[in-house]
C-alpha cells in the first residue's frame, strides 16, 4: 500500500477512536426539571413578591382645570390670531386626560373649550409645560 493510503485510515480509525471514546465517557444528560404546581407557584410568588413585578403606570404632573384655563387664556391673549384684545371672549376650560407629550416636554391634555358660555364645546389636544418658575405654560397648535 502507499503511505498516503496508510496514513489516511491511521487517521481515520484515530478520529472514530476519539469520538467514540469521548461518546462513552461523557454521561448521558440529565433532565431534572419539573412542571410547578399552581400551589408552589403561588406559595413561591407570595413568600416573594419581586419574582413577579407589577407594572405600574408612569405618573404624569399635569395642571389642574383651573392652572389650565388660566394657561389657556395666556396663550390665547398672546397669540396674533386674536385681532381685538379688547374684547376677549369668556372662556371656560374642561381638562380632561393628560399624558406625556411625545413631541416635547410637558403634557398633552385632551380639552373641551368654550369660547362662550352659548358657544358649543371644541374639543382639541393642547400641550402644557411649566416654566423655570413653575408656571404652567400652554402651547395652542
Given at each position: 500500500m502507499n503511505q498516503n493510503t496508510l496514513l489516511a485510515i491511521a487517521?481515520?480509525?484515530?478520529l472514530v477512536a476519539g469520538?467514540?471514546?469521548?461518546?462513552l465517557a461523557m454521561p448521558g444528560?440529565?433532565?431534572e426539571a419539573r412542571a410547578l404546581s399552581k400551589a408552589e407557584l403561588t406559595a413561591a410568588i407570595s413568600a416573594d413578591p419581586s419574582l413577579c413585578p407589577v407594572p405600574q403606570a408612569p405618573i404624569v404632573e399635569a395642571p389642574t382645570e383651573d392652572?389650565?384655563?388660566?394657561a389657556f387664556r395666556k396663550?390665547?391673549?398672546?397669540?396674533?390670531?386674536?385681532?381685538?384684545r379688547n374684547n376677549m371672549p369668556e372662556i371656560s376650560l374642561t381638562l380632561g386626560p393628560c399624558d406625556k407629550n411625545g413631541s416635547g416636554p410637558?403634557?398633552?391634555c385632551m380639552t373641551s373649550i368654550k369660547?362662550?358660555?352659548?358657544?358649543?364645546?371644541l374639543d382639541r389636544v393642547v400641550g402644557f409645560a411649566k416654566d423655570a418658575s413653575g408656571e404652567w405654560i400652554a402651547t395652542i397648535n
Amino acid at each position: 500500500m502507499n503511505q498516503n493510503t496508510l496514513l489516511a485510515i491511521a487517521a481515520s480509525i484515530g478520529l472514530v477512536a476519539g469520538a467514540g471514546g469521548t461518546w462513552l465517557a461523557m454521561p448521558g444528560p440529565a433532565v431534572e426539571a419539573r412542571a410547578l404546581s399552581k400551589a408552589e407557584l403561588t406559595a413561591a410568588i407570595s413568600a416573594d413578591p419581586s419574582l413577579c413585578p407589577v407594572p405600574q403606570a408612569p405618573i404624569v404632573e399635569a395642571p389642574t382645570e383651573d392652572e389650565a384655563l388660566a394657561a389657556f387664556r395666556k396663550a390665547q391673549e398672546a397669540s396674533p390670531l386674536v385681532w381685538d384684545r379688547n374684547n376677549m371672549p369668556e372662556i371656560s376650560l374642561t381638562l380632561g386626560p393628560c399624558d406625556k407629550n411625545g413631541s416635547g416636554p410637558g403634557v398633552s391634555c385632551m380639552t373641551s373649550i368654550k369660547m362662550s358660555p352659548q358657544a358649543q364645546p371644541l374639543d382639541r389636544v393642547v400641550g402644557f409645560a411649566k416654566d423655570a418658575s413653575g408656571e404652567w405654560i400652554a402651547t395652542i397648535n
